[in-house]
């Protein structure tokens, strides 16, 4: 080996155990990380659920009618056959 390539190997050497704690401590903020968002989602999912089964959406519980007026699209429906 040449000298370059000892001196590398030993400077590799000397950082491996702060290389390796810098690695295994990226490795458990990546596994942290992915436990906190798989359980995110998992309660998301569940709130969801819960709302659905309880049939209460939130901001009002109790059930709604929504009245539409379809005036405008009858009289151009019927403008359409009678031009056929």
Do not use: P
């Not at 000397?14 to 798989?38: C, D, F, H, Q, S």
């Not at 709130?47 to 699209?73: L, P």
């Amino acid at each position: 080996m040449s000298q370059a390539k000892v001196d590398q190997h030993k400077k590799q050497k000397a950082n491996r155990k702060k290389e390796m704690r810098k690695e295994k401590l990226e490795r458990t903020a990546v596994g942290v990380l992915g436990v906190v968002i798989v359980a995110a989602i998992c309660v998301w999912i569940g709130f969801s659920v819960y709302g659905k089964a309880t049939g209460s959406t939130g901001a009002d519980a109790e059930n709604s009618t929504v009245t539409v007026s379809t005036d405008a699209v009858d009289d151009y429906l019927d403008g359409l056959d009678a031009e056929e």
